[in-house]
């Protein structure tokens, strides 16, 4: 948390790793799927890291400009992922998706939409507390043999988590 109480991007994603389950199903270099036995659940974090130049790296300023702290990073673009998952029972799954990125969730760049203002007052900063949060929505995905392919894209400095539960076992 900031000193006026924002979540900062580390929170959001000390969050979504604290969702994952204990058991690991797969992982690559940018995605985990792992399981939670107790909640019957699967859980698939991706995440789109953007490493800082190399010219940063080696201590060249490319910050000259406050507002400007993404110049430090390469020309990111967006990830896509396919995502085959197998194991599944034929039926009904709730997928609960949690997406940050520099849209949702980065106070940072909610500030500076918001003007960049030097010092907020109470309502102000509420204002923003209440707009930086991650985009979270639900959808049902029908599983009609064993195996579940996700689809998804992660904008750069973000990350997209899904939980996938059983209908039957959420009723």
């Not at 690991?24 to 659940?41: F, H």
């Not at 896509?80 to 940072?108: H, M, Q, W």
Request: with cysteine.
């Amino acid at each position: 948390m900031s000193m006026s109480g924002f979540r900062k991007p580390q929170y959001h994603a000390f969050r979504a790793l604290f969702a994952l389950g204990e058991e690991v199903l797969s992982q690559g270099e940018d995605y985990i799927a792992a399981y939670s036995p107790a909640a019957g659940e699967v859980q698939v974090l991706c995440w789109n890291y953007v490493h800082y130049k190399e010219s940063y790296a080696s201590g060249e300023s490319v910050l000259d400009d406050f507002y400007e702290r993404y110049a430090a990073f390469g020309g990111a673009r967006p990830l896509c992922f396919s995502i085959r998952l197998s194991g599944f029972s034929p039926g009904d799954y709730v997928a609960e998706k949690t997406v940050f990125n520099r849209g949702r969730g980065s106070i940072f760049d909610l500030w500076l939409k918001n003007g960049a203002l030097g010092a907020l007052n109470s309502e102000q900063r509420n204002l923003l507390r209440g707009q930086c949060t991650p985009e979270m929505s639900m959808e049902i995905l029908t599983v009609s043999n064993s195996c579940l392919v996700l689809e998804e894209t992660v904008e750069p400095f973000g990350f997209t988590l899904l939980k996938l539960r059983s209908i039957a076992k959420t009723q």
